[in-house]
């Protein structure tokens, strides 16, 4: 059974900057994809960006140029580098991995102030 286990998040004011961490326990193939989601309030929860284990990412237009993905494929391990961060960036994000099946960690809150 894979777990993913999300640190990182919290409030920062506008133009400011977070790092969310993701860590996958358990057996988790190496051919497998990892990122992040986030949902707002009265949202549908959203792609934020993703990675493969060759390094192939995919950005949300609304991201890209301000949020970094990365992973470390020895350590299962994914962060999110959030710049510039704009209040609509508040939201929960929750960690994703695809590896032959889907799992989610339990969501960080990222409030982003005005």
């Known amino acids: 059974q894979v777990q993913l286990v999300e640190s990182g998040g919290g409030l920062v004011q506008a133009g400011g900057s977070l790092r969310l961490s993701c860590v996958a326990s358990?057996?988790?193939?190496?051919?497998?994809?990892m990122g992040w989601f986030r949902q707002a309030p009265g949202k549908q929860r959203e792609l934020v960006a993703v990675?493969?284990?060759?390094?192939?990412?995919n950005y949300a237009d609304s991201v890209k140029g301000r949020f970094t993905i990365s992973k470390d494929n020895a350590k299962n391990m994914v962060r999110l580098q959030m710049n510039s961060l704009k209040p609509e960036d508040t939201a929960v994000y929750y960690c994703?991995?695809?590896?032959?099946?889907?799992?989610w960690g339990q969501g960080t809150q990222v409030t982003v102030s005005s």
């Open positions: 994703y991995a695809l590896s032959r099946t889907t799992y």
């Open positions: 358990g057996s988790i193939f190496s051919d497998n994809v």
């Open positions: 990675i493969s284990s060759v390094g192939s990412t």
